[in-house]
């Protein structure tokens, strides 16, 4: 690089050089109708303004080519973290996608686990409610079994007062003094044949 500068310094030269002789060699030539004090002036000017490249070229060529190198490598660098940013981001962005895709099927694996868990509690109440069902059958089906058996064992009971009371009606209207006297013969005859 530093070979290169150089030549173009060196060849940035040679041009003023070649110029120089130009205007030299007609100045020599004598027959011109430029003014001598005019060639001096322009030689003058050439010379100053070849050294005043000259001095810039050598002084600022350093800091002019560290600076576009530098703004070059900065630009390389933000271009890479622009990259390296832009690989992220389509990374996210993929990541999120896939999430995304995940969301869904999350969804329906929660919809269905929330149908199987209404599922499973309705069979569970069907199947308490029938157990209940039938725990209030059977206590019916005893409550009314033991209130039968009530009312039989009272039916009995009025059957049997009534049929006593009909029987002493019967007795009343029916016994003659000849029969009553008899059962209280019949009646010492079993005391007696008791002991």
Same mark, same amino acid.
């Given at each position: 690089?530093?070979? /290169?500068? !150089?030549?173009?310094? #060196? /060849?940035? $030269?040679?041009? =003023?050089?070649?110029?120089? =002789? +130009? =205007?030299?060699?007609?100045? =020599?030539? #004598? ?7 005019? !060639?001096?002036?322009?030689? !003058?000017?050439?010379?100053?303004? $070849? ?8 002084? *600022?060529?350093?800091? +002019?080519?560290?600076?576009?190198? %530098?703004?070059?490598?900065? &630009? ?15 990374? *996210?962005?993929?990541? @999120? ?5 995940? *969301? ?9 686990? @929330? /149908? ?8 569970? &109440? ?7 069902? #039938? ?24 059957? $049997?007062?009534?049929? /006593?009371?009909? @029987? ?5 209207? %029916? &016994? ?11 009646? *010492?005859?079993?005391?007696?044949? &008791?002991?």
């Amino acid at each position: 690089m530093k070979n /290169v500068s !150089w030549k173009k310094t #060196g /060849v940035s $030269a040679l041009s =003023a050089l070649v110029v120089l =002789a +130009f =205007a030299a060699a007609a100045y =020599a030539s #004598g027959d011109s109708a430029i003014p001598r004090e005019k !060639w001096l002036d322009l030689l !003058w000017r050439t010379t100053n303004f $070849a050294g005043l490249v000259f001095i810039l070229v050598f002084f *600022l060529k350093k800091p +002019f080519a560290d600076g576009l190198r %530098n703004r070059r490598e900065g &630009i390389k660098d933000q271009l890479e973290a622009l990259e390296s940013r832009k690989a992220e981001a389509e990374l *996210l962005y993929k990541e @999120a996608e896939g999430k995304l895709a995940r *969301l869904d099927e999350e969804v329906n694996a929660i919809i269905t686990e @929330a /149908v199987h868990q209404g599922e499973a509690e309705k069979a569970k &109440i069907i199947t308490e409610a029938e157990r209940n069902a #039938g725990d209030i059958k059977r206590q019916a089906e005893m409550a009314v079994a033991h209130e039968l058996a009530e009312a039989k064992s009272r039916l009995k009971a009025e059957v $049997a007062e009534q049929a /006593v009371l009909l @029987a002493a009606e019967l007795i009343k209207k %029916n &016994i003659q003094p000849a029969d009553q006297s008899r059962m209280v013969e019949l009646s *010492l005859e079993k005391v007696g044949g &008791i002991q």
